[in-house]
């Protein structure tokens, strides 16, 4: 029986997750999945619960499930704790608990949903990009890190360390998803300063060879955040470290319309997954009804697909959502005021996908 862990989180987490559990729900009966599932605390609500981000009871949880689906941590109730106790803290040490090196973000742009980005359609029309972020290495855990010194003389420091095996883990995940798709690959990098992404390229051309059907391409990382506003179908997979996959991902989730509609996977070399939507916590619109739960119906279809390898349950929630946005309901974030929309809830988008779906 596969164990699925629900860890709603902090903000609009729990809002986004209780939409997405009713289409898990409705997809295990449908598809005799046979899944069990159980929820836990982490972030904000497990500090406030049981003083701790991430509790050992939540990673042991996760430890021993075969997926988990994430909401989001943080806000500005836990700003002033330490850094090291802060929701956040339970985030990544979840990632390194699971051993999740490997973060998948799709930036698929429904064709519906094309007057809603900030470019012009014809800029991003048909846009189906990956980005392969490498997730547990790199500056946010490199040692040493912290601030040192006198009042007035502090500095800050952080270390960014890759070794070869960590950079050649990622670059078969990349290499591999790119043979899926189109064949191309841009693996992103700072080699012109920094010397860990020297030997990230070296490694990534090293490992073309292995896969001579995978076009392997190289882009620094400021100019990859100008061509992804510039020309963003340019790219089919691309491949980077963690700092900058942070911030690349964030911005091709703004190509799709709104960050409200990209999902996530974290995945071990188990194929253990943990399943998010890219966005945050969102504090500011939590609890009022507003939130947008498609990115986190969306990660239970790449948890199906990945970890579960129910293929038939995945599609059936991506055509749910496709069908729903066809039939012009919006949450307020992908919303232009065009003729046909209707604008609804997080509690009414998740009806209208659970309506899709019972219809086949």
């Known amino acids: 029986m596969p164990n699925i862990v629900l860890l709603p989180g902090d903000g609009i987490g729990p809002e986004i997750v209780h939409e997405a559990a009713q289409v898990l729900e409705v997809v295990n009966d449908r598809f005799k999945l046979g899944l069990h599932i159980e929820s836990h605390l982490i972030g904000g609500a497990a500090i406030d619960a049981q003083g701790a981000p991430l509790p050992e009871s939540t990673l042991k949880a996760a430890q021993a499930s075969d997926a988990v689906l994430l909401g989001a941590v943080g806000g500005p109730k836990w700003d002033s704790l330490p850094m090291s106790d802060r929701p956040e803290k339970g985030l990544l040490k979840i990632r390194s608990g699971m051993n999740l090196f490997a973060n998948l973000r799709p930036a698929l742009l429904y064709p519906e949903l094309a007057s809603a980005s900030t470019l012009k359609p014809e800029v991003v029309s048909g846009l189906d990009l990956l980005i392969v972020r490498e997730l547990i290495g790199g500056i946010y855990f490199g040692e040493p890190r912290g601030i040192e010194g006198e009042p007035g003389q502090r500095v800050g420091f952080n270390t960014d360390r890759y070794s070869e095996p960590e950079i050649e883990r990622i670059g078969r995940i990349a290499f591999e998803a790119a043979q899926a798709r189109q064949g191309r690959l841009c693996s992103v990098d700072k080699a012109n300063v920094l010397e860990v992404t020297v030997l990230w390229r070296e490694v990534m051309e090293r490992l ?100 579960l390898k129910a293929q038939d349950a995945a599609q059936a929630i991506e055509l749910a959502v496709k069908a729903v946005l066809a039939d012009g309901y919006r949450t307020q974030d992908i919303a232009t005021g065009m003729s046909g929309e209707t604008v609804v809830g997080c509690r009414a988008m998740g009806t209208q996908v659970l309506n899709a779906l019972q219809k086949g």
């Open 208 to 307: 073309s060879l292995e896969y001579p059907d995978v076009a392997l391409s190289h882009m620094y990382v400021d100019n990859a955040a100008m061509q992804l506003v510039r020309a963003p179908k340019q790219f089919d997979v691309m491949v980077t470290g963690n700092l900058f996959g942070d911030i690349l991902s964030d911005a091709a989730a703004m190509l799709t319309g709104s960050i409200g509609m990209l999902p996530s996977a974290s995945m071990n070399s188990d194929q253990q997954g943990l399943y998010e939507p890219c966005h945050g916590s969102a504090p500011d619109i939590a609890g009022q009804d507003l939130a947008n739960p498609l990115a986190t119906i969306l990660s239970v279809a790449m948890m199906l697909t990945h970890s």
